[in-house]
């Protein structure tokens, strides 16, 4: 039975996308590719129909890939990968056992391994929340990005609509003080560009550069991340990694 794949994409540098998900994509000859993947990919989508799903409402758009599917396999490129704020929900839950989730490297990983840095440490962060001030704001009796901030809270903020001092205002809030944050734009793509600062500092290094596409007319979520907590400057030295060798990873029979 042919399948609809949906791939995790990456962020947009097609070197993020897994052996797993090149290989199934080479072999599709439909490829559903959200912009800017459609650009980006171009080197694996030579020869291939190429459409974007956002042209179609819901019910067309199943109904054009279970007639497509019928006859081959399909692909998706999804953004990222399915883990976090992916629009294809509802086509997977709609296509049932046709439809195959290939995971790929979300947004965060890839934000991770620019800062290089793991968003946990020992005694300074404890938790992450994913959150957007977006769908926090669309929910009912949800909390606010102030109540979920707090020290020892590393918080990755996806899809912000909120102006930076702003959002900033808030999160010092919650942090109760001025914590380090990464505003990372267009990760992997063409235009990428990373600020690194403090709550005290951020909104004038930031100056008047648009991340969060505001200006935008449509105020589509730009693509920008916002990390922000203690982990981003701390740095840990090997009396870690000892007491774990002591303690965790060495197996003792006495
Ligand atoms: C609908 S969500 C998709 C998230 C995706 N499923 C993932 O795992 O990364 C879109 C949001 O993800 C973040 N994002 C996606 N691609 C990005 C990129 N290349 N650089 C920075 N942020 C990005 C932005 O916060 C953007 O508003």
């Known amino acids: 039975m042919p399948h609809v794949y949906f791939i995790g994409a990456g962020p947009g540098d097609p ?10 994509l080479a072999a599709c000859a439909t490829v559903f590719a959200p912009t800017p993947f459609e650009q980006t990919f171009t080197g694996l989508l030579g020869g291939k129909t190429v459409l974007s799903p956002f042209d179609f ?4 758009l199943l109904e054009k890939v ?9 692909a998706f490129l999804v953004p990222g990968d399915l883990t976090f704020y992916s629009p294809f929900q509802g086509l997977i839950d709609a296509l049932g056992e046709r439809a195959m989730v290939i995971p790929g490297v979300g947004t965060a990983n890839a934000a991770a391994a620019y800062l290089k840095k793991t968003l946990d440490l020992p005694k300074i962060c404890s938790r992450t929340v994913i959150t957007s001030p977006r769908t926090l704001a669309e929910t009912p009796h949800a909390p606010t990005l102030g109540q979920l901030a707090a020290p020892g809270v590393t918080l990755l903020i996806y899809m912000n609509h909120l102006p930076l001092a702003e959002l900033v205002a808030q999160l010092r809030q919650g942090y109760g003080k001025s914590v380090p944050i990464a505003i990372l734009h267009r990760l992997g793509l063409p ?5 690194t600062g403090s709550f005290d500092d951020i909104v004038a290094r930031v100056g008047e550069r648009d991340f969060f596409g505001l200006a935008d007319p449509a105020k589509r979520p730009a693509l920008t991340l916002v990390i922000t907590g203690e982990s981003l ?3 840990i030295d090997g009396s870690w990694w000892d007491w774990r060798r002591e303690n965790v990873w060495t197996f003792r029979n006495d």
């Open 66 to 74: 279970e007639t497509l599917r019928r006859q081959e396999d399909v």
């Open 57 to 60: 409402y819901f019910q067309q």
């Open 233 to 235: 400057d701390a740095t």
């Open 191 to 195: 235009g990428q560009e990373v600020v």
């Open 15 to 24: 070197e993020h996308l897994t052996l797993k998900g090149a290989r199934l």
